[in-house]
């Protein structure tokens, strides 16, 4: 693969770092900080556009911003996988800075500038992972967007919230810290180097690497990416959904748990390969092993009254259909899963961002409480029920591309249970999703409701969730944009 060294690697990086001081200057001015936090999210997405003609076109964008060792260094990276999720987390960035402004101030939020600042340094992070050319640099970021992200979890500053925080933070560093470190000494031992391979198919490590020391090191770094949502290193998800709505969409959708799932595919393609992967039959128990969670979670999702934790539930199960698709070894599944972290993320930021508008418009959380709300909220509602769709796979949204490309990987695979999983799925999701919908639509509001005069939330908020809504049904009827992207992975 031809690369080139590029700059605008690092001026991507320092997007959101310029955006996080520009929200600390402005700080005594609202509509200067939100602007400021705009700017940031907009000169991101610029920066990382520009990029695609150079990436289209075949070649490695790389930039080293500082070397330590022989074969270690702080180094970036762009590729056809990388561009995949930094086009996604910086595009959905520049509405979540919409929807943001509208929830804080709709709310009187205390701590908005703290929030915005925080906000800016997660994305931070993330675009680092995203562009991450070693394994060292791929940690390090990780790591930057489980601190950066606490003061969010933790915003309201109450108990439940200083809880939720700790929980947070606890399983996603000491799993890192306990799992991903240690196996990255000692790959850089075996190999003298952590950079990732050039393509899908060798991984880094010696051809003599036995059996036994490949699989704990692979099982370190599945479990270690804990922000994967992989059960049973789960329950930080649920536990965060303390946090302000923007801060579960940044979660769920931008940032975080994709930040885990990029990097477990990333350590799986790049420092394992599928090659070797195939050659020590590791594929199948990562699969089964993820399935476990597509269904459980799924089922508990099933048992949630409470909106944000029943879509918690689900970005649990979804979160595993990327590595199942990895997991499953062939062009079909990989392209399917890979593909996943777009189409999730923009249907599932949809449905936080509705879960949001609601509470701000009525103040009400729980899905037992929604009868009729459809008729008094119908984009919101709307646009929920358009991205359920795409999580329970239906066309022409975009999660049905993600769940043909997994079958038909499933399929040539030749397992009927990972087809049956899928299937299996399928209807859980739609048990968990349609009857919110259903309630919103067509159940009567209480008696003593019926004359309360709920409307949609401020357009600052409706907006962003109608424009993410649509972008799932753009991608679904055209994804061919992700699937190159997602194509072009393979060797």
């Avoid at 939020?109 to 991450?132: D, K, S, W, Y």
Wanted: net charge neutral.
């Amino acid at each position: 693969m031809d690369s080139a060294h590029d700059i605008r690697l690092l001026l991507a990086l320092l997007a959101p770092l310029l955006g996080a001081g520009l929200v600390l200057l402005n700080r005594a001015h609202p509509n200067r900080r939100e602007a400021s936090s705009l700017v940031a999210a907009v000169a991101l997405l610029a920066i990382t556009v520009s990029l695609l003609p150079e990436v289209n076109g075949g070649r490695k964008l790389v930039y080293t911003i500082f070397p330590l060792l022989p074969g270690l260094s702080i180094s970036l990276r762009a590729d056809s996988l990388s561009m995949l999720f930094a086009v996604t987390a910086s595009a959905l960035w520049v509405v979540t800075v919409f929807y943001s402004a509208g929830y804080m101030r709709g709310l009187q939020e205390h701590a908005q500038t703290r929030f915005n600042v925080c906000f800016a340094l997660a994305l931070f992070g993330a675009i680092g992972c995203a562009f991450a050319d070693n394994l060292l640099t791929l940690y390090l970021f990780y790591e930057v967007v489980s601190i950066t992200t606490y003061p969010l979890v933790a915003h309201h500053q109450d108990e439940e919230g200083y809880t939720g925080g700790k929980k947070y933070l606890t399983y996603l560093t000491l799993t890192a810290k306990g799992l991903v470190l240690p196996a990255m000494a000692v790959i850089y031992a075996l190999t003298g180097t952590l950079d990732f391979a050039d393509n899908i198919r060798p991984g880094i490590l010696p051809a003599d690497t036995s059996r036994l020391v490949f699989s704990l090191l692979y099982g370190a770094c599945l479990l270690g990416f804990a922000k994967n949502g992989v059960m049973p290193l789960h329950h930080w998800l649920p536990g965060a959904m303390v946090a302000p709505t923007p801060v579960s969409a940044l979660l769920h959708a931008v940032a975080v748990v994709k930040a885990g799932v990029f990097s477990t595919v990333r350590v799986m393609l790049y420092v394992f390969g599928t090659d070797r992967m195939e050659a020590f039959g590791l594929g199948w128990p990562t699969a089964y092993f993820v399935s476990f969670t597509i269904i459980a979670a799924s089922v508990i999702a099933l048992s949630q009254d409470n909106l944000k934790l029943r879509l918690a539930y689900s970005t649990v199960s979804q979160l595993s259909y990327v590595i199942l698709g990895v997991a499953l070894l062939t062009p079909a599944g990989i392209e399917g899963g890979l593909v996943h972290i777009a189409n999730h993320a923009f249907s599932k930021i949809t449905l936080f961002f509705c879960a949001g508008a609601i509470y701000v418009a009525t103040h009400k959380k729980n899905i037992s409480e929604m009868s009729g709300l459809g008729r008094a909220m119908p984009v919101t509602f709307g646009a929920f029920g358009l991205a359920a769709l795409s999580m329970i796979g239906a066309p022409p949204v975009a999660g049905f591309v993600t769940k043909w490309n997994l079958l038909l990987g499933a399929w040539d695979a030749k397992s009927v249970g990972i087809i049956v999983v899928l299937l299996a799925s399928t209807l859980l999701n739609a048990a968990y999703f349609v009857p919110v919908v259903y309630r919103a639509f067509f159940c009567e509001a209480p008696v003593t409701e019926q004359h309360t005069h709920h409307g949609e939330a401020h357009w600052a908020m409706v907006v962003p969730l109608a424009i993410t809504a649509v972008v799932s049904v753009v991608i679904g009827c055209y994804p061919d944009f992700f699937m190159q992207l997602a194509e072009a992975v393979l060797p």
